[in-house]
Structures are given as C-alpha cells and as structure tokens.
C-alpha cells in the first residue's frame, strides 16, 4: 500500500479531490503567523484605547489643577445683592416678608434679667463722668468713646435750667449705648461676609446663620434680605431720634419705662399714655433697661416693612463706599411718626443744631478682643 501511495502522483490526487467538490488552496509560508499576529494587534489596541478613555477624566483633572490658573469663585449671593441695589429685583419678595416669632428674642432676654441697676442722680452723674474725663469735647475730637454703661436715666434732667447741659448729659448717657449697639452689628456683618466668602461653612457658622435669620425675622434663608436688614443705624439719627422722643431724656415714658423711642405695643406691658383716647389700645413699651430700648429701636429699623425704603438707600450707601449720611437716611423715617414728613425735618433740625454728624465716625473703646479688632 506504501507503494501505491509513493507512485500515487500528487498531480493526480489533487484531479480526483477537484472531482469529488473538494477545493485545494495552496498556503504560503508565513501566513498563518501573520492571521495570528493581526488578531493580537487588534487585542492591544483595544485594551490601550479602553485605557485610555477610562484614565482620561482624572488625567486631564490633574493637569487643569496642576497648569491651569484657578478660577475665581464668585459669590452668588453677592451678585444677587448688588443687583437688588441696583434696582434688578430677583425675587419680588425681597426684604418683604418677615417673620416675628423670635425677632425680639434677645430683647426680652434683657428684660428678663434681674434687674440691679441703680438710678443715678444728675448731678452724680455729672461727677462721675468728670472723673472718668468723659466729655463730648474730646470725643468730637479723637472720635473715642469710652464704654460707660448707664441703665437708668436721672429723673432730675427736667430740672436742669441749662438746655446746653441737659442735651450733654443726655448725649453722655444714650451715646455709648448706642455705639455698643452698633459695634455688635458691625461684628456679626463681619462674620457675615466671611461666612459668605467661604466655599463650606462649618456646623457652628450654620447655627449662626440661622440664630441670625430668626433675630432679623428673614424668611426663606434669604442672604441678601439678611445682608440688608443686618446694618448699624448712624449715630447722629439715633441720638436725633431718641432726644425728640423723650424730649432730651425728660419724658414720662423714658424715666419710668426707660422708653427712649416710644415704641408701641398692644400686647403685655406698656405706659398708656394720658392724651391717648378711650379707644385706643397702644402703650409704649416698656424696658428694664436703656440698652434694651435701643436695641429694639434698631430692631425695629431693620425689619419693620414701613423702613424698607430706608434700608434699601442705606444698602446703596454702602455700595458706593459711602459713610452713612444721617441727612439723606432720615428723609425716609416720614412713617415713624404721624406727622410724617413734619417729623423728618424737625430730625434734620435736631442734628444740624447740635452737630450730631460728629459722633458718626466715633467708636466706643473695646471691651472685649474681638470689638478692638474692629477699631
């Protein structure tokens, strides 16, 4: 059989498979090899390009982090502040609603206090501040106020013949307490704007803001509406405004209520006052001690609907870089009183005549750390 298979011609075997349907290829060397190798070829340039795609995102992160100049973050609460000033309202209801649940919280803390304060005579007054050389001749001067806290007014300021020494004493008095108010707001405008400035905010500066939503009455988180409630009132108007009040500190509701803005309320206790009608259910409200009375002054500015025309020119103050001008500030106090626009003037009176404008620049020396930051 072997040796039919040597005979066998190979010629001739292949005209038989050609006959019985079989196709014969001839296969050159190489071949084979070269099938393999494009099919490992195609593996590995899959595989890289998978790779590829799959590190990309982090690669190109780490490059922009690592080349490229970083972005400026931009605060969007402060675009949407600069343009409410300017007139561009995002939300209709900015600075509008309010919410009194807590507003004067912090207030009645005050109030709740035990109350050990001892009503001090004028002319002890007058002695003490002589000793302190506590005058208002070096405060228009060197702008400093020392941090002298009288809670009571005199009840004898109505039997001083002087009206130049009563006005003094009285300004003595009402001066610090008014600039240690607005030291406290300045201090949280502060941390305000440095909460704002910071990409995350821890636990504590989040308690904070929201203590400072409920003290300003704002709804809804609003940053902007906070930023514009939360401002100092100028000196000048404070004290204008507290003298017309009281009639410089001689007032029944001052000495006996230490009321030195006639603040109404119709709830809890209050002064009645005697030329109010039968009909009429208002006090004015009454305090433990003057500080309080202030501070529920500015609270009232800050937030009452009737003042929004006035906190909104005094937010475009501060957006010039302007010191807030008591004159044109004042000419948007016309609800406060019922003469309206009547009262405004006899304000403006007030504070040309005593030259009030000096104490808008004055600050009341530290006691603390953190208000000597702040001089």
Known sequence: M???IDKFNLLELRKRLLKKGFKITKIKDGNL???LKSIYLTFFCSLFLIGFFYFLPNTSLYLSK?????KEIENSSKLDFEKTISGILIDPKLDIDLNYKN???DIFQ???????SVRLSASTLNELFNDLNYNLKDIRSNKKVKPIEISLLPIELKNIESTKKRKDLFIK????LILEENARIKLD???LFAILNKNNNSDSEKKWLKRKFKQYGVTKNDLSTLKIRMDEIPVSLAIAQAAKETGWGTSRFATEGNALYGQWTYTGDGIKPSAADNNSSHKVMRFKVLKASVRAYQRNLNTHSGYREFRRQRAIQRDNEENLD???LVEFLDKYAETGLEYTKVLKKIIKQNSLKDFDDASILPKSNKLKNLI
Request: proline share 10%; no cysteine; aromatic share 10%.
């Open 2 to 4: 072997i040796k039919n």
């Open 33 to 35: 090899f070269g099938s």
């Open 66 to 70: 690592t080349f490229e100049k970083p």
């Open 103 to 105: 507003l004067f919280d």
């Open 110 to 116: 005050l109030n709740d206090t035990p109350n050990n």
């Open 173 to 176: 008095i009402v001066l610090p």
């Open 189 to 191: 405008r502060k941390r």
């Open 326 to 328: 008591s004159l044109k």
